[in-house]
């Protein structure tokens, strides 16, 4: 007796797990990446640089592949160009694997403005200042720093030096990294959704055209404290028309850090951001928010709703700040913002 109820114990085990193990494979057939590729600089992966495992990827690619990037920092620009969507980059967590670069514009902002304006990327060595580039629809990043070390060394005569642009349409960061000083993260043209991502600049360390919801972000503001009479700003947001698409949307996260700091500038007439429910230290200047290149503020869309911390308070703010009524709100903050369907298809954490 002993023995077979032992057996059938056993047998009752090995289905359990056998239930067990063909519930995970289903789960994982149902993830929609395809192929996964290693990055190790060491030698321990498929290819040493990021650059080349990104070659790999077929012109026209239709199936997700992951290219995983082992930790470490790996000094190279990287450019996802717009025959290669539907790749997931991703590292061993934003503090372990960097892509880091130190390229910068020598060229002022007017020329970018002019040069850029058409949101053309060859046009301006701003955009080509970064580190790392995606054209390409459709792409997911999670787990991975972007750096520009460029104005890291002397920031009293700091330069456009980007850390990373998203050009494409339908891209989601999930907890990744931002570093750089002016003009970190270019948030280019299209939709995208950023999660628990940190951020960290002085000037314009959020700026482009692109229609985005960042969920749960920091900004980090890295204005040196011995430039506190120079303020810094952390959007710079370029909608050119009212019929143009765009509007940054941070919603949750916070902002903190060193120097002071106005929330935005208008880089065209259309800019739109908004700060919802955001907790905000003391490093905002009590007006907010700058015109610049609108020559009427009545077009500009700038909003803070229901932030909070002492950054928050609006007694000074310009007059011409945006109160935006509850359906308005709900527009910029509601997934449908950036969504109608993408975000959900592609492979999630
Ligand atoms: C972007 O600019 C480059 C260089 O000036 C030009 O050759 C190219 O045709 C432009 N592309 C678009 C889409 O305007
Ligand atoms: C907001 O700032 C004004 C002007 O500096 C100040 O008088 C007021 O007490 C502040 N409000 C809060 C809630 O801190």
């Not at 909608?239 to 919603?251: D, I, N, Q, T, Y």
């Amino acid at each position: 007796m002993q023995p077979s109820r032992r057996h059938l114990l056993l047998l009752l085990l090995l289905l359990l797990l056998l239930g067990v193990a063909s519930f995970i494979t289903t789960s994982s057939a149902s993830s929609p990446v395809s192929r996964t590729f290693t990055v190790d600089q060491r030698g321990g992966g498929d290819f040493r640089s990021v650059q080349s495992a990104v070659n790999f990827v077929p012109d026209g690619n239709r199936e997700w592949i992951r290219i995983h990037v082992k930790a470490g920092s790996y000094k190279e620009k990287v450019t996802i160009p717009s025959e290669k969507p539907y790749i997931l980059l991703e590292g061993d967590g934003s503090r372990n694997t960097d892509i880091t670069f130190d390229a910068h514009a020598h060229t002022g902002i007017d020329e970018l403005v002019t040069g850029g304006g058409s949101g053309n990327v060859s046009n301006s060595p701003t955009f080509y200042s970064a580190t790392f580039i995606v054209l390409a629809d459709n792409f997911v990043a999670r787990n991975i720093a972007f750096k520009n070390t460029y104005n890291a060394r002397d920031k009293s005569k700091p330069d456009q030096a980007v850390a990373a642009l998203v050009g494409g349409d339908r891209s989601a960061f999930y907890d990744c990294a931002f570093h750089g000083f002016q003009d970190t993260l270019c948030d280019f043209v299209g939709r995208h959704y950023f999660r628990r991502c940190l951020i960290s600049g002085g000037v314009d360390f959020v700026f482009g055209y692109g229609q985005s919801i960042y969920d749960g972000c920091t900004l980090e503001s890295n204005m040196p404290p011995s430039m506190r009479r120079q303020p810094g700003w952390v959007t710079a947001h370029a909608r050119l028309a009212a019929g143009s698409p765009g509007g940054f949307v941070f919603k949750g996260g916070s902002l903190r850090g060193s120097g002071r700091q106005y929330l935005g500038r208008a880089w065209n007439p259309f800019a739109t951001v908004v700060f919802y429910r955001m907790s905000m230290a003391d490093i905002v200047v009590p007006q907010g928010w700058q015109a610049w290149h609108s020559p009427d503020v009545s077009s500009i869309t700038f909003a803070e709703v229901e932030c909070e911390g002492r950054g928050a308070n609006k007694t000074g703010r310009v007059a011409w700040e945006k109160q935006l009524d509850e359906e308005q709100v709900h527009k910029f903050v509601d997934i449908t913002f950036i969504d109608d369907g993408w975000l959900s298809k592609q492979p999630s954490l």
